[in-house]
């Protein structure tokens, strides 16, 4: 499990530095891509997208996991007229930025999930880019990722209603390179920028959440988040005499080099990414 220092790691470079080459709302996930679209379009689309495996509304109470600078939670209020959310993350830097947003009938913690104790059930669950924290490199080797899935999905069903249903958006470890340049490159960005996580293998994802968790559809947008990496890359690069500025050559370099071995691990296969909609099965 990503710790919190691992996530500042990973998230709070500052705020600023990723409103530069994110979209506006700061969607650090896999965007839905039809042609024409924008950047802005298309992270709209995806979240239009697991609202609806989500089953979000008025009526229904919201958990966002790993809610990152809000996107989500301002999407549920203002697009799906949820009266009612919460939103978990373990970065302070996107904490505050959310806080900022004032967004009504939005709450908000500073947690690690096994932490989280609500004091009443959701309706519906989100988590967008979060799963990839639930293990860490060290529980693969040793052969305790399955038993830290698990324990996620049984959290998750313990903090909903009967009937709840869990959209769930993750990259994939696909077919990983057993050698050479490119497995070091993914090395150095599991240890440089997201220190502590370790994206699953989708058999490992449906045999854990399955006693929770009906599995009702799997959708796999490796393509989607080749082109939306390749945007991102794109913007950096716009607008790198600003980051190089403000952040520093080093900094440049490094989501220079992160963001160009993205594109090439969507491109090789080495990661896929997969959106499930699950239901909650009621356990006797």
């Not at 939103?87 to 096994?114: E, F, H, K, N």
């Not at 324990?151 to 057993?178: K, N, Y």
């Amino acid at each position: 499990m990503s710790t919190q220092a691992d996530i500042e790691v990973s998230y709070d470079v500052g705020n600023e530095f990723f409103a530069l080459w994110l979209d506006s709302e700061r969607n650090y996930s896999c965007a839905l891509w039809e042609d024409g679209d924008d950047l802005e379009t298309a992270q709209l689309r995806k979240l239009a997208y697991l609202s609806e495996q989500a089953g979000t509304g008025p009526d229904t109470r919201v958990l966002d996991i790993g809610c990152g600078w809000g996107a989500n939670l301002q999407f549920q209020v203002d697009r799906r007229g949820v009266r009612r959310a919460h939103g978990i993350t373990l970065s302070p830097a996107q904490l505050a930025a959310t806080r900022d947003r004032a967004i009504p009938g939005v709450t908000l913690g500073l947690c690690d999930y096994r932490d989280f104790a609500p004091a009443e059930p959701f309706d519906a669950v989100l988590s967008i880019g979060m799963f990839e924290h639930v293990v860490s490199p060290d529980d693969v080797w040793a052969g305790r990722h399955l038993a830290r899935y698990a324990d996620f999905f049984r959290r998750v069903h313990s903090w909903t209603r009967p009937g709840a249903a869990f959209a769930l958006q993750t990259i994939l470890r696909d077919r990983m390179p057993r050698g050479g340049p490119d497995l070091e490159e993914l090395r150095w960005a599991t240890s440089s920028i997201f220190p502590g996580g370790m994206a699953p293998r989708l058999e490992d994802v449906l045999a854990t959440a399955e006693p929770y968790w009906e599995v009702v559809r799997v959708r796999t947008r490796r393509e989607h988040y080749r082109r939306t990496c390749e945007e991102w890359l794109r913007r950096l690069r716009f607008r790198a005499d600003i980051v190089r500025e403000r952040w520093g050559a080093a900094v440049l370099a490094d989501y220079e080099r992160y963001l160009s071995l993205c594109v090439l691990a969507f491109d090789r296969r080495y990661q896929s990414l997969a959106q499930f909609s699950l239901r909650r099965r009621e356990i006797r």
